[in-house]
């Protein structure tokens, strides 16, 4: 039974709630960890994946499954269509709307993700981006007669420090950087807040790491995994929608290079190996220039257990209910 002090009450006058943040590359365990320390703290996690939003991926973006939600509710998962737009300024708004009706009861919650802009966003805040129609119109039309190689050289030119820790390959995300950084005369990254938000939380920041050649494995295990579960088939049922922004990222660019003859399935499932080791290289480069995070071996439960029970015991909260029955 939960104490009248737990991690899953109320707050009492004069604290303030926690947020707990697990971060890390893809494929290297941040759901488990994060609903293990949920479900010991009381709480409920928001999803911070800028493609795990989407309806209609679950496979190819590893969508947390119905049993782990139902384990522990997320929120911020599979809940855009393709079709519609998302930004990691709409997601800062949404979080923080949720997060403050959620701490008017709760003293904590869980944010897991991999998407670095969306997690600043949450914890730092993000300056007000230009936009500019015309400029967006160019160079979707650009991108359409040049490729993305030729915008892609350019955002390097303009913004070298963005382009080297984001995907290249990704024409929404590029076009949408040069359209800041043409728009303003300025660098993409120029726009991200040097001063952080004044949040109304405390943040304890879980990094999980481990040796590159044990997440190279667990890597083509999980997309091994995500074919034997019908990868292929939820990529074909996209591929009409093949040009759509949320389709831009990996996974599924290789798939429609399949299916459009450019390579066999096996392949594409190669490829998509590849791309995904090259992708969290860059996430872990991202997350590596983010201050304040305790990065810790993903296999070792007893220091994550151990720094989330020690931040809650200096606030003199007990745990909802102890990790060896939050298994």
């Known amino acids: 039974m939960a104490s009248e002090s737990s991690s899953a009450t109320p707050l009492r006058s004069g604290?303030?709630?926690?947020?707990?943040?697990?971060?890390?590359?893809?494929?290297?365990?941040?759901?488990?960890?994060?609903?293990?320390?949920?479900?010991?703290?009381?709480?409920?996690?928001?999803?911070?994946?800028?493609?795990?939003?989407?309806?209609?991926?679950?496979?190819?973006?590893?969508?947390?499954t119905n049993a782990e939600r139902l384990n522990v509710p997320h929120h911020f998962v599979d809940f855009i269509e393709v079709e519609d737009h998302y930004s990691a300024g709409k997601f800062e708004t949404d979080a923080i709307h949720w997060l403050m009706d959620w701490f008017g009861s709760h003293k904590t919650?869980?944010?897991?993700?991999?998407?670095?802009?969306?997690?600043?966003?949450?914890?730092?805040?993000?300056?007000?981006?230009?936009?500019?129609?015309?400029?967006?119109?160019?160079?979707?039309?650009?991108h359409e007669d040049e490729g993305i190689a030729a915008l892609a050289k350019e955002l390097e030119s303009l913004d070298p420090s963005h382009a080297a820790s984001m995907d290249l390959q990704n024409p929404q995300r590029v076009i949408r950087a040069l359209e800041v950084c043409l728009a303003s005369g300025k660098p993409f990254s120029s726009f991200h807040k040097k001063d952080s938000?004044?949040?109304?939380?405390?943040?304890?920041?879980?990094?999980?790491?481990?040796?590159?050649?044990?997440?190279?494995?667990?890597?083509?295990?999980?997309?091994?995994?995500?074919?034997?579960?019908?990868?292929?088939?939820?990529?074909?049922?996209?591929?009409?929608?093949?040009?759509?922004?949320?389709?831009?990222t990996v996974g599924y660019r290789e798939w429609f290079e399949c299916f459009d003859g450019q390579s066999s399935d096996a392949q594409a499932i190669e490829k998509i190996k590849v791309h995904t080791r090259q992708f969290a290289k860059r996430q872990m480069t991202w997350f590596k220039k983010m201050e304040n995070i305790h990065w810790l071996n993903a296999f070792d439960t007893a220091a994550v257990e151990n720094i989330v029970q020690e931040t809650c015991r200096r606030r003199q909260w007990n745990m909802h209910q102890a990790f060896s029955a939050a298994e």
């Open 15 to 64: 604290e303030r709630p926690l947020l707990v943040v697990v971060l890390g590359p893809t494929g290297i365990g941040k759901t488990s960890r994060a609903i293990h320390i949920a479900r010991a703290l009381g709480c409920e996690i928001i999803n911070a994946d800028s493609r795990q939003i989407f309806r209609g991926m679950a496979i190819g973006t590893a969508q947390p």
């Open 109 to 142: 919650a869980v944010m897991a993700g991999g998407s670095g802009l969306y997690i600043k966003a949450v914890l730092e805040g993000l300056d007000e981006m230009p936009s500019n129609l015309g400029i967006r119109k160019n160079l979707n039309l650009r």
């Open 197 to 248: 938000a004044n949040r109304p939380f405390d943040v304890l920041t879980i990094g999980l790491e481990m040796e590159r050649d044990a997440l190279v494995d667990r890597i083509n295990q999980r997309v091994d995994s995500m074919v034997a579960e019908g990868m292929k088939e939820e990529a074909a049922a996209l591929h009409s929608k093949a040009q759509l922004n949320a389709l831009q």
